[in-house]
């Protein structure tokens, strides 16, 4: 239990994870390990898959039926991390019960169905919470800051690179399973939602399934972006770079250190010349980052929203704007397809 600010104890927000695949012992583990909360049920169709969780998590009850995690009256929140299809309508139908959601990205695979899981969060009165991790990651954090501080100056444009030889999925292209990510940051930089989408990609390992895809994003204020996102790559790169009028900083998750740098590079204008410039490079510099981990910082403000009935940074709103981007750039790939 957590005290509050009166020294009192609050009972602990009671949560179920729904999908223990890939992605969802990771979010188990923490709501187990975090204060304030309890890990009450996990749920997964696969009775092996329920046996070995069942062995780490013996406080949890588990089953194969959502339902019996609905039918739950003391529990506060669902955690949904199932395959990307499932979102939308398992989110509604958590929020019709009366529960909190957690949803991994993206919300839905189309804008009307991440608004129908946006509406029915309005209509239940509960919170909607879309798993856009990079948000939460302290890098992301201060390459916000960054760029909010007016250190870099204006920022022209963003692009981001993420590549690895990996995983080929047959029912999701590079788009929407790495681009969730990429476009979710680029949007909580950007601070708006862009104008202007173009896209192309390739199908080199499986028809109709792009493996690699090159996004743009041009918005409202002046500002670029650019995605490059493939399974088809010899560098496995997790990277952002942020161009400003003074400075550039670069976030780079797969560093295990200095996973930040500002350059203090540019142009500068000649003071006895008009309409010249001269290169400008000065000092680079790493800002500390904290050593958290960033999936325990995303549920840690889930749990916070939920006890506060506060509004997660990663919305479902925010989760509608990046499908709506996302859907966006596949329109302009399928556009652009041979």
Known sequence: MTPDD???????VRVGVVGLG???PNLARNFAGLPGAELRWCCDGRQEVRERLAAVHRQARFTGDLDDLLGDP????????????????LAVAVLEAGKHCFVEKPLAQSVADARRAVEAAQRAGKVLMVGHLLQYHPGVVKLKELAMSGELGDVQYIYGNRLNLGQLRADENALWSLGAHDVSVVLHLAGEE????SAHGECYVRPGVEDVVFGFMRFPSGLAAHLHLSWLDPHKERRFTVVGTKKMATFDDMALEQKITVYDKGFDEKADTYGEYITRS?????????????????????LACVREGATPLSDGHSGLRVVRVLEGLQRELEASRR
Do not use: K, M
């Open 6 to 12: 009166t020294g009192a104890r609050r009972p602990p």
């Open 282 to 302: 000065g000092d680079i510099y790493s800002p500390r980052l904290p050593n958290a981990e960033p999936l325990r910082l995303e549920c840690e403000h889930f």
């Open 194 to 197: 862009p104008s202007e989408l």
């Open 22 to 24: 890939y992605w969802g």
């Open 74 to 89: 003391e529990l506060d929140a669902v955690v949904l991390a199932t395959p990307v299809p499932s979102h939308a309508a």
